[in-house]
């Protein structure tokens, strides 16, 4: 993807784009593999939060990154402000867009070391005063001498109990229980918005060109448009993170992520259709029920869908770990979701955050991000893009659709094999892409047999 395609969420690209979720690698990490993600056929990465966030003397986890301190400087155990901006320029040698994921619905607990509000607290801010030479390399913006926010930049303390409560959810608290005291809550003052745009502001001089809003779902509308102006959409593709248990009808989906569609402009994972799929493959669902979910409010609209087999939410919260995909149906979820039409693919990629093991008993999100498998996905994606889909038939175990007149897809989710006979053009031979063998029309019929729990992918 060109640095200079500019495009809203509500505007078609001119080319494809695949996210890769580079989840918790270091900003080094990332630069260092630019050439490679670009040669596999990924178009932009998302990075982890890019800011001052919380470290614990016990050792760093991935949630810590979730906590900020400063957005006036990025100094976190993935990298400082001259990694993060050494990492944007080698991408975008590349063509690669960043995406960084935006931390701004609360600050970090830090409860159990002082009971004020102030940020960064005051040992930050002495690091800051003992090696300014330092700190001025790393500044983004704003005087670092001055507190980030105080007492009055936050909502009245209280945790979350009910969860489908809007206005508790948007105001209060998220912790761990009653016994946690929790992230403190930003309010939308005009002091909070005026230093969160000015953060990104920062990050699109640096040549971002993209966001996601972590836990979008507990922000206010007023709050999201307050941030998120024309000012700062311009030239930059943006999504939130609102996780919803379903599409239409469900009541998180009417609570929260509805609203949000509705009252703003902006991108959104797309958990309608990531449950459709794994009702689907998981609980023995309809492969028809995957036909035109859009049509049933199971699906986001095309052109504001960020789709996903996986997310960093899934594997690493208890709570959601009974969402993971075996890996062959994860597999299926992300041929269908590469060779539909409509939507951005975002690829999860990490470390060994999870602990989660495949089958090879190896980290299982580690590698998959650059796999043959993957690899071919992507390309028939990017050969695809911008093609009608036209079904051409479903059953509740397999699901064959046609992309333009050079593609077609067959799944079959099923233990047995299935035949598939299709009416194609009787002088057109057709590479099927997995096994990399030609078949021929015999008398104006394609006729194959898909595999049992696995796909094709045929072009011309």
């Known amino acids: 993807m060109s640095q200079q395609t500019q495009w809203h969420s509500t505007e ?30 990924y178009r932009s990465v998302l990075v982890s939060p890019a800011m001052k966030s919380l470290r614990l003397p016990s050792g760093t986890q991935w949630w810590q990154r979730y906590q900020p301190q400063d957005y006036r400087l990025i ?3 993935l990298g400082d402000t001259i990694d993060f901006t050494r990492m944007v320029s080698r991408l975008a040698e590349f063509n690669i867009w960043v995406y960084v994921d935006v931390v701004f619905n609360h600050m970090a607990n830090e409860s159990d070391i002082r009971a004020d509000l102030e940020f960064p607290n005051q040992w930050d801010r002495e690091d800051y005063a003992r090696d300014p030479k330092k700190y001025e390399s790393l500044t983004l913006f704003g005087d670092l001498s001055q ?11 209280f945790g979350i109990e009910n969860w489908n409560d809007k206005w508790e959810v948007q105001n209060g608290r998220i912790s761990g229980g009653p016994h946690d005291p929790g992230l403190p809550t ?12 000015a953060y990104l502001k920062a990050l699109k001089q640096i040549g971002v060109k993209g966001f996601r809003i972590d836990a979008a779902k507990h922000m206010t509308l007023e709050h999201l448009n307050k941030v998120w102006d024309e000012e700062i959409t311009k030239d930059v593709h943006i999504f939130g993170e609102i996780i919803t248990d379903g599409g239409a009808t469900k009541e998180e989906y009417e609570t929260f992520l509805n609203p949000y569609l509705q009252g703003t402009t902006l991108g959104a994972y797309d958990f309608p259709l990531f449950n459709s799929l794994y009702q689907s493959l998981e609980n023995k669902g309809s492969f028809k029920s995957l036909i035109d979910p859009y049509c049933y409010g199971m699906a986001l609209s095309p052109l504001r869908a960020i789709t996903f087999a996986i997310t960093h939410d899934i594997p690493n919260n ?13 597999w299926l979820a992300y041929a269908y979701l590469f060779c539909r039409e409509g939507g951005i693919p975002l690829v999860y990629s990490e470390l060994e955050t999870s602990g989660i093991k495949n089958k090879q008993n190896q980290p299982r999100w580690k590698d998959e991000w650059k796999s043959a498998r993957m690899t071919q996905l992507m390309s028939f994606h990017n050969e695809m893009y911008g093609q009608e889909q036209r079904l051409v038939e479903a059953s509740d175990e397999h699901l064959v659709f046609s992309r333009g007149e050079s593609g077609l897809v067959a799944l079959n989710k099923s233990d047995h094999n299935i035949e598939v006979n ?3 053009r009787s002088d057109v031979v057709w590479l099927e892409n997995t096994s990399n063998h030609y078949y021929a029309p015999q008398q104006g019929n394609l006729r194959f047999f898909i595999p049992a729990n696995s796909y094709m992918l045929f072009s011309r």
């Open 12 to 41: 078609v690209p001119a080319v494809s784009n695949i996210i890769l979720h580079a989840f918790d690698w270091t900003y080094q990490d990332i630069a260092e593999q630019a050439e490679l993600i670009a040669s596999l056929g």
């Open 75 to 77: 100094d976190n155990p």
């Open 147 to 157: 507190p980030l926010f105080s007492e009055s930049d936050f909502v009245e303390a």
């Open 186 to 197: 930003l309010s939308d003052n005009e002091h909070v918005v005026a230093q969160q745009k």
């Open 318 to 330: 208890d709570v959601f770990k009974d969402l993971v995909m075996s890996e062959s149906n994860e």
């Open 422 to 424: 299709v009416a194609v």
